[in-house]
């Protein structure tokens, strides 16, 4: 193949988000930042769980599994495990990932797999007509509740942290330059790397609007902004016990921070825990010569390879 431009990951039919939705934003910029990092459609999968977000998969040129709710993280983890050469790229909404999904979230942190989370966050189910989500601020009436929720939100990137996702970063669905910066630099970091986007539901967030993000309301003075650039995210892989106690220190002040203006940009590039394929590979010193992936496991006319008879032998009782 020649050289991969933008158009070899776009798909040649219309989708169905509402006008204005933070999606497309972020499909565009996923577009933008495979073809920048040179991969070719065959070299990547794109999982998606349920929900508007859980539609991305089908506008990407490349492999695309459309996943069950919540589940998209163990079905990402599955491909990447069983081919360690693709670019495997998981996208969900903060319904699916921070609630049915939580588990599966904080249990993917554990493996440090090599692969890219991208959360969509609007705050709203909005699929299934705006009922308020897990990252919804306590307090906060969208027009689809009859009153305020009365329950916390999730900090995604603590959640992250806490689990132990190695690669951390913010941005913001129309933010297209910063994002497909931050989901290459996302897909380049050899671990599990999340990336939370921020994004207006036009639908049904009428309180977090496009308009909003912008600060239409105040002079046009944008409500998200890039990290200082003083600030310093990696950790480096020989980096003693008091430097990694004052990058997360900082990570925590960063994550945490309220008010205006919400920030942007790699919170967190920790290159000091081994990736779980590694950590395989030294346990099974095949696997990176012949993952699962790669295996005969049928002859010509599609009959398994696997001789089962003799676990048969093994289990069976008189």
Known sequence: MATVT???????FPN???PGCGDFGILNSLHQALAGLGLKPHEVAVFG?????GKTQYYVNAYDVHTLHGRVLPYATGAKLANPELTVVAVGGDG???????????NAGRSNLDLTYIL??????GLTKGQASP????????????EPTIQGSVNPLMLALASGYTWIGRGYAFDVRGLVELIQRAIRHKGLSFLEVLQPCPTYNNLHTKAWFAGKDQGGVPRVAPLD???????????????VRARLGAFVVEATRGGEPIRTGVFLENLSVPDLGERLAQRLPAYRHAPPAHRVVADAKGRSNADLTPLFA?????
């Open 120 to 125: 969509h966050n609007n705050e709203v189910y």
């Open 6 to 12: 933008v158009k070899d990951f776009q798909v040649g």
């Open 49 to 53: 769980g349920i929900g508007c977000s």
């Open 96 to 106: 699916d990932g921070m609630a049915i999904g939580a588990g599966h979230f904080v």
């Open 16 to 18: 169905d988000w509402c």
């Open 229 to 243: 650039p003083s600030y310093d995210p990696v950790i480096e892989p020989d980096a003693g016990e008091g430097a």
């Open 135 to 146: 990252t919804l601020p306590m307090g906060s009436q969208t027009k689809s509740l009859p």
């Open 314 to 318: 093994e289990v069976a009782v008189s």
